[in-house]
Each structure stands twice: as C-alpha cells, then as structure tokens.
C-alpha cells in the first residue's frame, strides 16, 4: 500500500499497470484471508473455551477437524495478531482492541505465543491502540508487561531468536511510547522498567523538555511540543491508507496517513501542554488562590478555571476492570495529584505513594541467593 503510494519514482509504464491492477493492493483481499483463518481455526471459539477453563479434549472437539491442527491453529492465533496490526495501520483502534477479545492480555503469566516476536508484536500494537484511544493506564499496563517479559527472556532472544533486530526496534518503540504515556497521565512503574526508560531517553535536556512541559514560556513550550511530535514520530507503526492513491497525478501521498496521525496525536497533546505546567505549580502548595496561580502562568482567571477544568478531565481515563473485553472499563482518576476549587481557592491534595524500598531490597537479596545457587551449582575443572 505504501509501495504504490509513492508514484514521483515510477515509469509511466508502472503507473499504467498499477492503475489496470489496483486489486493488487485491495484491503479488503487481505481482510478476506484473515478472517478465513480466524473462521477455519475456530481461534476464537478455542480461546473462549480455554478462558472457561474446559479441558482440552473438550476444546478439541469445539476446534473440529482442522483447528485442532498446530498449523491451523497457530495460522489463526497469528492472522488475530495480524488483524489487529491492520487495523491499527489503517488508524481503526477500537476494532484493532476488540479483535483481541478472547486474548486476555491483561492476565498475568500468561505467555500467547511460543514466537517472542509475535507476543511482543501484539502487546505493541494493542498498546498504541490504547494510548490513541487515550486510555493511558491501559497504555502504560500493556507496555510494561510486555517489557518486564522481554527483561527476564532477553538472554533466551540473544540465543535463539533470528529475529534480534525487529525485537529491539520494537522494544525501543516502546520504551519511547511509555514515556509518552507517562508524560501525558504520570503514574508510578515498576522501578527495573522506569531504569531501562531512562538509559534509552538518556536523562538530559528531553527528559527536562517532557517533564518540565511548557514551564518557562513559549520557548519551552514548543520545545515540549516538539519533543513529543520527535518521540511520537521514532515509536508510531508505519501507517498505510486503505484507499488507492489517484493514479492520473504523479504525486507521493504515502506519509499523508502519518501526518494525520501525528496530528491527531499533537492535538492531544497541544491541550494538555499547560497541564504540566499547573501540576508543578500544585506540587509546591497546599492551597492556593487562583488570582495568585493565574498571576503566576500569566493567564486571567477565567482561563485558568478552565485550564483546573481541562485537567480534572484528562487525569480521567477509562481503565480496565477485569471485563470479557479488552475496551470493558470504569472511569478512573490516576494522577498524582488532586485539588478542588473552592470559590477564589484551589486546595491541593497530594496522592502520590511513598516509595516502598523494602521491596527493592528483596528483590535484591532474592537475586544475590540466585546467583550464589548457580555459582554452587557450577563444576570447576
């Protein structure tokens, strides 16, 4: 699709047989193909009985003759994982989230796929699809999960996997699509995931960039705007337009679907860029005026009340519940701090978790008694 699209590099020989044979590209033929193999596996009815806990004898006879074949069954797991990339390419997130509804990926220990690529594959895209949807704990969930499982098997994809270089392109996506989550909704991660982060962004003018957002005027503020579109544009899947290009006009129209996207995103963004701003404010006191805070952000007090009002209502996310689907949820306010206006008054509330070090300590110690079981373990010639 994104092959065709870029028409200024093509013959008009080229051109005249893409035009004569636009069945070539047709989403709906590749639609078609994926859907006959969701139908012909049964993967849905098979994960719909495993998710009821039957036995396999029982899941076996729902499968029928062919999906009970590995090949059929495997063919129909990975054209789910297939469909729902599609659907994110072509920018339909919801339909790319309710492809996957039998999958409970917010189950723990759960691990899909015996393909590592296929696993994290599917985590990415489902986890784009969330921050789109503007479901930024979901978002935050599906990529550390699918990070804390790439930590602990990575030695395994060094090994085996000839597939390294997809795998830490699309580890890298993440880490960068996660700080974006945690720019625009912060919340605490664990702490292993929140160090790797780190290390990939580096700690130094972007980090400050995003988490200081438009702090320090119109400079700083395009410099946040910036920073995103940059992060947004490295981590986002490389988009395709279900529709075929006009074939009597030479002109490349193969990034219009990125730039839709990235616009869509940077609307997004735009309207939260003063909310960094108002939560650093709100971390220094207790209770302020807004006269004061509006003096403070140069802004009057009219819209600064409906900056507070903006915030109350992006801090408010739809979150998973445990539901049958993946898009079941319950409105949820996440952030790290909370306020009320009361009359000429804004009173802050901080919610933010102390740090719980003992936990760290533990998992240290677990993994020096680890080590010295394995040096035990060890013959020395």
Same mark, same amino acid.
């Given at each position: 699709?994104?092959?065709?699209s870029?028409?200024s590099?093509?013959?008009?020989e ?5 035009? =004569?044979?636009? %069945? ?14 969701i139908? #012909? ?21 729902? +499968? %029928?003759?062919? &999906? ?7 063919? %129909? ?6 469909l ?69 098997? #990575? ?17 890298? @996506? ?34 400050? #960039?995003?988490?200081?957002? &438009?702090?320090g %005027? @119109?400079n ?16 986002c899947? #490389? ?6 290009p ?27 860029? =003063?909310? +960094? ?14 006269? =004061? ?40 306010? +996440?952030?790290d ?10 009173h ?34």
């Amino acid at each position: 699709m994104s092959c065709e699209s870029r028409l200024s590099n093509k013959s008009k020989e080229d051109i005249s047989k893409l035009d =004569k044979n636009q %069945g070539v590209w047709n989403i709906h033929s590749v639609l078609n193909v994926m859907y006959s193999l969701i139908a #012909k596996s049964r993967i849905n009815e098979q994960l719909t009985a495993y998710n009821q806990g039957l036995s396999q004898d029982e899941i076996d006879a729902i +499968a %029928g003759k062919f &999906g009970s074949h590995p090949l059929y069954k495997f063919l %129909g797991f990975f054209a789910l994982v297939g469909l729902c990339r599609l659907q994110c390419l072509i920018g339909d997130y919801y339909l790319a989230v309710t492809v996957l509804d039998n999958i409970q990926l917010h189950k723990k220990g759960m691990t899909w796929s015996p393909v590592p690529s296929c696993q994290i594959t599917m985590y990415y895209y489902v986890g784009f699809a969330y921050l789109m949807m503007r479901r930024y704990s979901d978002a935050i969930k599906c990529f550390t999960d699918i990070l804390l499982y790439i930590q602990r098997t #990575k030695n395994v994809f060094h090994v085996r996997s000839y597939q390294q270089d997809m795998i830490q392109k699309q580890t890298d @996506q993440m880490y960068y699509l996660l700080q974006i989550c945690l720019t625009l909704h912060p919340q605490s991660i664990d702490e292993s995931v929140t160090r790797s982060m780190n290390e990939k962004l580096g700690s130094g003018d972007r980090m400050q #960039k995003l988490q200081r957002g &438009g702090t320090g %005027g @119109q400079n700083a503020e395009d410099d946040f705007l910036q920073e995103m579109e940059q992060l947004f544009l490295f981590a986002c899947p #490389k988009f395709i337009s279900p529709t075929l290009p006009n074939f009597n006009e030479k002109k490349d129209n193969h990034r219009d679907m990125l730039m839709l996207q990235t616009r869509v995103f940077m609307e997004e963004v735009r309207e939260q860029s =003063k909310i +960094a701003v108002i939560r650093s404010f709100l971390k220094l006191y207790s209770s302020i005026s807004v006269q =004061k805070l509006a003096g403070f952000m140069n802004l009057t007090e009219s819209e600064l009340r409906t900056l507070l009002m903006t915030f109350k209502h992006k801090m408010k996310n739809l979150v998973w519940n445990g539901g049958a689907s993946s898009l079941d949820g319950h409105f949820k306010i +996440a952030s790290d701090i909370d306020f009320y206006v009361d009359g000429d008054m804004i009173h802050i509330a901080d919610t933010k978790v102390a740090a719980k070090y003992g936990e760290y300590f533990i998992g240290q110690i677990q993994k020096c008694d680890e080590m010295k079981k394995r040096l035990k373990a060890m013959s020395v010639q």
